[in-house]
């Protein structure tokens, strides 16, 4: 039925079969219309599949935004035809209305009521087309003046267990909530809900219908877009979509603006519809609408001058940049600020970012053409892998579009890019900052470089490159090398690893273009336990080109780089090469492999070689396989004949010594025989070594016989207490001093900027404490004191037998019976008292009790681990391939702690504290007697005398004159302080600076003086004036 009434209602039942039932209502007022359409189809069983309902509100002009609420622009058309919003619910199964039930809506009701977007060129019958929950459209009319879908915005989709209200029930609870909050109220899910749960007499089963996550009524935040072409004066849009969040309606739009020479990009430009304050009265409020706008971006160029920048904002993060050019020369810089929520609350966040491109400084030889830097706070960065370091932002900045083509300007792609990434990430408490330079030299070496330190969690650094050779030259035309190589070295001081990594680009070339070189190396070294290594894994070192043997699967934190390879095809003929080397805690390895082929025609020629060795480390074994293979087939066709001929012959050959041997298999196609050649039988594998070669072994030293210096036996470390030997710091301050810890080596080792082993170390004694560890594993340590009888052993520490493992040795051939490697400490002490009183710090003997705990480290297997015969490479054993546990625990060293503090000896007589302290108590204080009262005249100060006026330096020459020739004669201020040391019984020779004791009062100038400060040096004199 067809109406241009306000109000109008019909029923219509139609199709062909007279099956479906539709009922349709329309009210329109003041450009706002609402539609609801009910249809059912008669062959739907009653009570099982309800009917469909569609409900539809439309506006076709919306209220106009206020000028003061648009940026740049004075006035914004409507950009679009008509929105609506439209509810569909489909009580069976929750797909929506299909595209039969769709059409026969529209064409029995005289007009189109439902529009749909399309998602395919033809839908079938029985295609949804329309689906259930709610909707936000956009429609535009085309060219014909026909409506047309341009954005279907769906959110609230039911789910699939959510069952659908019957009418009766549905305005029973619009009653209950207008009793609850009034006629004037806006039915919401969530008072639906709150009211359902007052009433007590609802079933459960209609308790199930009100549950709902409430949020999803309120939208996802998701934007859906469409390509939209059109100009309202100065504004062009590209695109057009909507996003529904938090009861906001907004129209997005991707839009620019053209002002004169420049270009402005609208970023985020929206009009938005707050409909949680919709109260329509005959017309739409206009409080309920605005426009937002989360930054602009502006572009102008005017060669050789190009300038463009930008800054947009998401909730109360902002990101902005900017980007200079004047040929050759080209500025680049970026970052982003703003509050961020984190697991305690909102915290802020930064970083920035630049780089400038051009010729900055040119050397002799080399040209500094590019920097670059950044910092970051409360931002994390993310370390490239070699293979990302191309990429890495310091780097290579993101490269920009043209600034002025359609979309977003350069330096936003570029700001975006880099916020989007996974490079920079807001993080409390991590922090960054990045420098890195481009220097080109030679005219073929160009190296782009970068370092980055990282504190937070953890403390990093690293340094990356990328460095690009071309020979002969990067302007020649013609190249026969093209070298691009990765490179990255970090070191992770909390993990405890440090990294060294090189990969080849894949454009990388020599001689020819088509001859490819592929292939990367790495150096890890974990120097202690941490999350990357498996336990017991310090102190380890793992280099390899190329990756491993392959029967060898490397532990999971070890690297693995790509084969080193080689790859050219001449025409017909093609040639592939690859080769590896690594060394790990067990075994050395190395291989190269190498295929050529050539067809031509019905000729097909193959070559293939190939090697793999095994080195075991000391006492020195290899073992070796080694192959090649060169075949031919050759297809002959003659008349009806088809003949095949295919050759092929080759050899294998195992390797292996000392003593040397090996067998040779050859194959010649119909036959195969081997050649043995070496010692063969029953042959023994290496003898093994003695105990000086292997202690020479284990320092690195070479043959005992060798002349060569070796690393030291022990390391003396001082882990606390140390003064620095070149601080001219009073004792006092020294002694407060957290100076950092020193080791200190022994022997010829020793560094020339480090004390020798016997200098001795000025520590604090109440914070000392020192580490021997030593480079021959433990079994023991013992501890002597110097006063102990010879051979007599004061302490002696054994190996933890939980911890760690006996001492043995693979290259002496040790099975059963471990090693005795015993550290003996010698403790020299001060002569002893003549009656030692035992403390907490001392033993009965009057000894001190060091504080001592064992060092343990891991080391290698292949030298530390029992020898086992069956894992021998010489008996063709494969074990070494085996990767797991690598490292065995040993006790390497110990900790001596400083004893515990005590009580200093006390010069000072014993006396009554208490009785000391008692003074009489009186109203008026007692008065000191006077200094001039004094009954021996001997020790009072001699009256002063006024200076005369005409000759005031006189006073000054008499004192000097009686300093030299006192009254008691020459020597008699000496006498006397000897006579006073020596009633005081202070032990001092002559010419001593004698120490005061702390407490004592001291005359001097006149006054008396408490001396506090025992270890103040005072020098003084007495000066008699007669008796």
């Known amino acids: 039925m067809k109406s241009n009434s306000a109000l109008a209602l019909g029923d219509v039942l139609a199709t062909a079969e007279d099956r479906d039932l539709i009922f349709t209502a329309l009210v329109s007022l003041s450009g706002v219309s609402l539609t609801f359409i009910q249809f059912r189809n008669s062959a739907w069983e009653v009570g099982k599949k309800p009917s469909k309902r569609f409900i539809k509100l439309a506006a076709s002009k919306l209220p106009d935004v206020a000028k003061k609420d648009i940026p740049v622009l004075e006035k914004i058309t409507q950009p679009f035809d008509e929105l609506y919003f439209m509810y569909v619910q489909d009580g069976a199964n929750h797909k929506g209305f299909t595209k039969a039930e769709v059409d026969a809506i529209n064409d029995h009701t005289g007009e189109q009521m439902i529009f749909y977007k399309p998602r395919k060129k033809d839908h079938d019958a029985a295609d949804v087309v329309v689906e259930s929950g709610c909707h936000f459209v956009l429609v535009m009319k085309d060219k014909e003046n026909k409506k047309k879908v341009v954005v279907d915005y769906v959110f609230a989709r039911p789910k699939s267990e959510e069952k659908v209200a019957s009418p009766a029930l549905a305005l029973r609870n619009h009653v209950l909530v207008e009793r609850e909050y009034g006629v004037d109220v806006i039915v919401t899910r969530e008072r639906l809900f709150q009211v ?289 190589m990765g490179i990255l070295a970090t070191i992770n001081f909390d993990k405890g690893v440090a990294k060294i990594e090189a990969q080849l680009a894949p454009s990388s070339f020599i001689l020819d273009p088509s001859c490819h070189l592929t292939g990367g190396m790495a150096l890890y070294y974990w120097f202690k336990d941490g999350p990357e290594q498996i336990k017991g894994d310090t102190v380890l070192t793992v280099l390899t080109l190329g990756g491993y043997h392959p029967a060898y699967k490397p532990p999971t934190q070890y690297p693995n780089p790509p084969r080193l390879g080689i790859a050219w095809s001449l025409g017909p003929l093609s040639i592939t090469g690859s080769a590896y080397f690594a060394i790990t805690p067990k075994v050395a390895m190395a291989g190269v492999q190498l295929h050529a082929s050539l067809t031509i025609g019905v000729l097909h020629a193959f070559l293939d070689a190939w090697a793999d060795f095994l080195i075991n480390y000391r006492p020195f074994m290899f073992t070796a396989t080694a192959g090649v293979a060169v075949g031919v087939r050759f297809t002959l066709d003659k008349w009806f004949v088809t003949i095949h001929i295919n050759v092929q012959i080759g050899a294998r050959l195992f390797l292996q010594g000392p003593p040397f041997k090996g067998i040779c298999h050859v194959d010649f196609w119909l036959f195969g025989f081997d050649i043995a050649f070496g010692s063969q039988g029953i042959v023994e594998g290496p003898d093994a070594i003695s105990l000086l070669e292997f202690y020479c072994l284990a320092l690195q030293k070479g043959s005992p016989s060798s002349g060569t210096t070796s690393p030291v036996p022990h390391l003396y470390t001082c882990m606390g207490g140390l003064i620095p030997a070149a601080s001219s710091a009073p004792v006092s301050s020294a002694l407060t001093t957290n100076s950092p810890p020193r080791s200190l080596k022994e022997g010829p080792g020793s560094s020339k900027d480090e004390p020798a082993a016997k200098e001795p170390w000025r520590v604090a004694a109440g914070t000392f404490a020192f580490a021997i560890s030593s480079v021959f594993a433990l079994s023991a340590v013992s501890i002597r004191y110097s006063t102990d009888q010879v051979g007599k052993i004061s302490k002696c520490v054994p190996r933890p037998q939980n911890e760690t493992s006996p001492v043995f040795a693979r290259p002496m051939h040790l099975q059963h019976e471990s090693l005795e490697s015993t550290l003996r400490i010698t403790i020299t002490l001060p002569p002893a008292p003549k009656s030692p009183q035992p403390s907490k710090t001392t033993d009965k003997d009057g000894r001190p009790n060091w504080g001592i705990s064992v060092i343990t480290d891991s080391v290698p297997r292949a030298l530390w681990d029992k020898y086992d015969p069956s894992s021998d490479p010489s008996g063709g054993s494969r074990a070494l391939l085996d990767s797991s546990n690598p490292n065995v625990t040993l006790m390497t060293g110990i900790k001596l702690t400083s004893p515990d503090p005590d009580f200093s000896d006390d010069k000072i007589a014993p006396f009554d504290t208490v009785a000391s302290q008692i003074s009489d108590v009186v109203l008026k204080p007692v008065a000191l007697p006077d200094a001039k009262a004094t009954p021996d005249k001997s020790w009072a100060p001699v009256e002063p005398v006024e200076p005369l006026p005409e000759n005031p330096a006189k006073a000054w020459k008499d004192v000097q004159d009686l300093w030299d020739t006192p009254k008691r004669g020459k020597g008699a201020g000496v006498k006397a302080v000897e006579a006073w040391a020596s009633v005081m019984e202070w032990k001092c020779g002559k010419g001593d600076v004698f120490r005061l004791p702390k407490g004592m009062l001291v005359f001097v100038a006149g006054r008396w003086i408490l001396h506090v400060d025992q270890n103040i040096e005072l020098l003084f004199a007495l000066h008699y004036t007669g008796g």
């Open 196 to 484: 359902g749960a007052l009433q007590q007499n609802l079933a459960e089963d209609e308790m199930a219908m009100l549950l709902d996550d409430s949020q999803r009524t309120k939208g996802d935040g998701s934007t859906s877009k469409a390509a939209l072409k059109k100009t309202m004066g100065p504004l062009s849009i590209s695109n057009i979509g909507l996003r529904f969040k938090e009861n906001k309606l907004s129209v997005c739009m991707d839009a620019s603006v053209v002002l004169g020479p420049t270009t402005l990009d609208l970023l985020g430009f929206s009009i938005d519809l707050d409909l949680s304050q919709a109260k329509f009265q005959g017309k739409f409020d206009a409080n309920m609408i605005g426009v937002s706008l989360q930054g602009l971006a502006v572009a102008l160029e005017k060669p050789p001058l190009t300038v463009a920048g930008g800054l947009f904002h998401e909730g109360k993060y902002w990101a902005g940049g900017v980007d200079i050019a004047w040929a050759p020369w080209n500025f680049m810089a970026g970052g982003g600020y703003g509050s961020v929520p984190g697991p305690n609350g909102e915290f802020k966040s930064a970083f920035v970012l630049a780089a400038l491109d051009g010729p900055l400084l040119t050397l002799q030889y080399a040209t500094i053409s590019g920097v670059t830097g950044g910092f970051g706070y409360n931002t994390a960065i993310t370390l490239p892998r070699v293979e990302e370091v191309p990429t890495f932002p310091f780097i290579q900045m993101p490269k920009k579009k043209e600034l002025l083509a359609s979309g977003k300007s350069g330096v936003i792609e570029m700001m975006e890019s880099l916020v989007e990434s996974k490079w920079f990430k807001p993080q409390v408490d991590e922090f960054w900052v990045a420098a890195g330079l481009t220097v080109t030299a030679f005219q073929m070496l160009q190296v782009k470089a970068a370092v980055v330190v990282n504190w937070g969690k953890e403390v990093r650094l690293g340094i990356f490159a990328v460095a690009v050779a071309d020979v002969p030259s990067t302007a020649s035309p013609f190249k026969i090398a093209h070298v691009e």
